[in-house]
């Protein structure tokens, strides 16, 4: 079974910084996809920042030029960098993982959330 444990969020004010973490343990073969969600109340859950298996990397427009995700492939571990956040980058952020066990079975996992409050 797999777990993620994120790390980081809280409450910043208007262009303010953060930085959250997630790291990924358990029987993992090979990571396809994994990276960052949010979801704001009364909307649905949308993606910010995510590694893919071919190797790109995909950021929503909202979050171009203001966002950074790294990785510590050793440590299994993804990083979300946030600058310059603005009120409307306020939700609940996800770590989550597409995965391949040793059985070669594709799985998702997700994490428990962090919130990000940002004041104006």
């Known amino acids: 079974q797999v777990q993620l444990v994120e790390s980081g969020g809280g409450l910043v004010q208007a262009g303010g910084s953060l930085r959250l973490s997630c790291a990924a343990s358990?029987?993992?073969?090979?990571?396809?996809?994994m990276g960052w969600y949010r979801q704001a109340p009364g909307k649905q859950r949308e993606s910010v920042a995510v590694?893919?298996?071919?190797?790109?990397?995909n950021y929503a427009d909202s979050v171009k030029g203001r966002f950074t995700i790294s990785r510590d492939n050793a440590k299994n571990t993804v990083y979300l960098e946030m600058n310059s956040l603005k009120p409307e980058d306020t939700a609940v952020y996800y770590c989550?993982?597409?995965?391949?066990?040793?059985?070669?079975?594709?799985?998702?996992?997700w994490g428990q959330g962090t919130q990000v409050t940002v004041s104006s």
């Open positions: 989550g993982l597409t995965y391949l066990t040793y059985r070669y079975v594709v799985y998702d996992s």
């Open positions: 590694f893919s298996s071919g190797g790109t990397t």
């Open positions: 358990g029987s993992i073969f090979r990571i396809n996809s």
